[in-house]
């Protein structure tokens, strides 16, 4: 193996091969694209739903499992492929199946509907969160929408209604955790101490012009 | 700090209220355990906080139903199912749960509006019944007037505003209406301590369109500096405000307004990470310790003379109820909330709406209930109409805030997404729920947290006055967006799936009656003569404005209350409530 080649960091950690394939087709379903207009795919979606249902979305691993199962069994039926393996207009057609809760084999409480709304939101999460999670590649997703992403703060010129920010460059948690490294000074110190260090002396409230010197007394009867 | 077990006053819930108590009763020299369900977040675990999906989506602040679960019915005829819009897959949104636990409580991640409410908000009945007659009132409501009045409040309001800094401009000083302010706010003493923050300049938009209208736009207060003060910086207008602290200090929390001279009396001793489970009350009716479980799940006591509950409306009235207080029958009963009618809309060119805080966009306050005659509409409230110019992130944006006839997959979703979230705005407002007998809430009997206690269960469906109401101000909203130009727009359902929505009031209600109230005007409860209910709950009926400022006026109203009684030998000193040399 050549040392100088990056790491490849798309393993699954939770979805077998096929599972993948079949989420990343619906992601792709629901947020269409390519390599020229970047969609659902193209952010690596899939990815960020794997790394949720290994990590804090565990308890979904059993509605996917069985949700993945269960469509390809009805598009085998029907279509004699599984899902990923459908035409782009066949998958529109099946996921519209799937919304309205019409795809058969999801049983009694857990419709077709529930697993598309799953997918759906676990979709919206990959492509819009920070790219730290797994999706939004190289913020394909914010750029799609305008979103600046972790921005330390906008200036008055920047917030003027109709002024077009997408040259502004977008910046990670992970850009904007460098620059908490970097300038410490620029984020809010608390003053005094901490609980379970307690010093002697008392730290001076700054005050404002006007402010009372004496805590008021009680008003009214 | 001598002795572990026992302190003088224990405070439960170490949040909006909590903080502002430590450090009132550490101040003048009383030791104080100040306990908390969630941590101590220290200033710079915030400074990374730009992360929507943590903060908001998944509600990282917020008790979510796995370690705090509640339920909810619309009705008693119906069974209570864990609240519905707060499981499942679909991102959480934490207006829709109860607010965040840890030191700071719901003042770290609130979204800061900071008004005051109107004079004629304390004696809403006598209002009402004087501009519409008794016949007016709904069947079944119990509309009260408050026990205590604006003007009791009034120093207390100027308090939070100059010791945690409020942003605003003044209407009313005196009774002399001032040019940019609100001209319907009640009178008060002097001008805010900061100036109002900037707006986004859509909101620019929405200022023009009211008052061609004929409406008096103007900049509400708001608990965020728009100054440096101290440590503390000025808002930096990042737009990861509500839902989220504050990587500057610019908003008003109290873990950074409160907190730090509580900790430097030396009388403060924090129990973080530690749930309350009972308040246990002697024989002789006299409440004398709270048991708690720490974050080993071990179970401890802490007793003291003077016991505090400050853990949101709800949360004190759970803690009420497993504790087996509730003589008078009145704990958990007007349960009152917010409808929010969230309206959203675009605009032709790109808003920001993902800079700067939502609290900056302007308001008008012509839609209060007593401003205009209501006599040809057949409901009783009112609310500002806020202009949402701010603090919207992109996960919330694509599923939360879709209109309805836009499909949420394909072309035409992604479509959307790509012109559509650059140009977005929004208008809100809060039309209060009547208290009434229909709404309440009590323990669920079947539904536990983790720790075996009973979940709290809400009873509460939305009414022909809260229809109306919300029908009347969507109106109001949609002839805005016209003049404004909106090139779309749509509305939350007119009466939403969700019952929490952080604004949750009543349930220990103030008054002077201790057969119809569980506390009193101090908030001392009515039943145990050394326990205070402070916070939401004590709020008999409710108002179109956010009631963090209120509260918190009240707080301060309570604190000095509990310090004069025992200075001047009150009833209080019977508990051996003493200080520390």
């Known amino acids: ?221 | 700090m001598a002795n572990k077990k026992h302190a003088d006053v224990v405070i439960v819930g170490m949040g909006a209220v909590g903080a502002i108590l430590a450090r009132e009763l550490t101040e003048a020299g009383f030791t104080v355990f100040g306990i908390d369900k969630g941590p101590y977040f220290r200033s710079d675990d915030f400074w990374t906080k730009f992360d929507e999906l943590r903060y908001s989506t998944r509600a990282g602040l917020s008790p979510t139903m796995d370690t705090d679960p509640m339920t909810w019915r619309p009705n008693a005829q119906t069974p209570a199912q864990i609240l519905p819009w707060a499981v499942g897959p679909q991102p959480l949104n934490p207006l829709w749960l109860p607010p965040s636990v840890g030191v700071g409580g719901g003042s770290i991640h609130w979204a800061c509006w900071a008004w005051r409410q109107l004079r004629e908000d304390f004696r809403q009945r006598s209002e009402w019944v004087e501009r519409y007659g008794e016949e007016k009132l709904p069947e079944g409501s119990h509309i009260v007037d408050w026990p205590i009045s604006y003007d009791d409040l009034e120093p207390h309001y100027d308090r939070v505003e100059y010791e945690t800094g409020v942003s605003g401009k003044a209407g009313n000083i005196d009774g002399e209406i001032e040019d940019g302010g609100n001209p319907f706010e009640a009178p008060r003493k002097r001008p805010y301590p900061f100036p109002p923050l900037r707006p986004s300049a859509s909101n620019q938009l929405f200022v023009d369109a009211c008052e061609a209208l004929g409406y008096h736009p103007f900049p509400p207060p708001v608990a965020i500096i728009s100054e440096d003060w101290g440590e503390r910086k000025a808002c930096v207008y990042c737009g990861f405000c509500r839902d989220y602290g504050c990587h500057v200090g610019a908003k008003a929390s109290t873990l950074d307004t409160m907190m730090p001279r509580a900790l430097a009396t030396g009388n403060l001793e924090l129990l973080t990470n530690c749930r309350v489970q009972r308040v246990n009350v002697d024989a002789e009716g006299l409440a004398r310790s709270v048991s708690y479980i720490d974050a080993k799940d071990e179970r401890h006591e802490a007793s003291g003379d003077l016991i505090i509950l400050s853990a949101y409306s709800l949360e004190n009235t759970r803690l009420m109820l497993v504790s087996g207080l509730n003589q008078n029958g009145m704990v958990g009963k007007r349960f009152m909330m917010h409808n929010y009618n969230w309206f959203s809309g675009t605009l032709p060119e790109e808003t920001h709406v993902y800079a700067g805080p939502a609290c900056a966009g302007w308001a008008i306050d012509d839609t209060n209930p007593y401003s205009e005659d209501r006599n040809e509409v057949d409901f009783l409230g009112g609310s500002p109409v806020m202009y949402f110019s701010g603090d919207v992130q992109p996960i919330e944006a694509a599923s939360l805030l879709m209109p309805p006839d836009v499909p949420i997959w394909g072309k035409e979703y992604k479509e959307w997404l790509k012109h559509g979230y650059r140009r977005l705005f929004g208008m809100y407002s809060q039309m209060a729920t009547l208290p009434s007998n229909a709404n309440f809430v009590d323990l669920d009997p079947k539904v536990k947290d983790p720790y075996g206690q009973p979940a709290l269960r809400i009873t509460h469906d939305w009414d022909d006055n809260d229809r109306k109401a919300a029908l009347w101000i969507r109106q109001i909203k949609h002839g805005i967006a016209r003049e404004m130009g909106a090139t779309k727009t749509w509305e939350a359902p007119l009466l939403p799936p969700y019952h929490v929505t952080t604004h949750e009031m009543g349930t220990h209600i103030m008054g002077e009656d201790p057969g119809t109230s569980v506390v009193d005007p101090h908030c001392r409860s009515h039943e145990v003569p050394n326990l205070f209910l402070v916070g939401g709950g004590i709020f008999p009926t409710y108002s179109g404005y956010n009631p963090t400022l209120t509260i918190q006026a009240i707080t301060f109203w309570v604190a000095d209350h509990i310090k004069q009684e025992i200075q001047n030998g009150g009833v209080l000193t019977r508990f051996s409530v003493t200080r520390s040399a």
């Open chain 1, 1 to 221: 193996m050549d040392p100088k080649r990056e790491t490849d960091t798309t393993g699954l950690t939770f979805f077998f091969l096929d599972e993948a394939d079949t989420v990343e087709a619906l992601s792709a379903r629901i947020i269409p694209g390519d390599a020229e207009d970047p969609g659902a795919r193209e952010a690596r979606v899939v990815y960020y739903i794997d790394r949720a249902l290994s990590g804090p979305y565990f308890g979904w691993q059993g509605a996917y499992r069985e949700g993945v199962r269960t469509l390809n069994a009805y598009t085998e039926e029907r279509y004699g492929k599984k899902f990923f393996e459908l035409s782009e207009e066949d998958q529109d057609t099946v996921v519209g199946t799937l919304e309205r809760g019409e795809v058969p084999g999801f049983g009694e409480g857990s419709e077709a509907g529930d697993f598309f709304t799953m997918v759906w939101s676990h979709t919206v999460e990959g492509m819009f969160s920070d790219p730290a999670y797994g999706g939004n590649r190289n913020a394909v997703g914010w750029k799609l929408i305008g979103f600046p992403g972790a921005q330390y703060g906008y200036t008055a010129e920047e917030m003027r209604y109709g002024k077009d920010l997408s040259d502004k460059p977008v910046m990670t948690l992970g850009d904007i955790q460098k620059c908490v490294r970097e300038r410490p000074e620029l984020f809010y110190h608390r003053p005094g101490p901490e609980p379970s260090v307690l010093g002697e002396v008392t730290p001076e409230m700054p005050t404002r012009p006007g402010e009372p010197e004496e805590p008021l007394g009680e008003g009214g009867a």
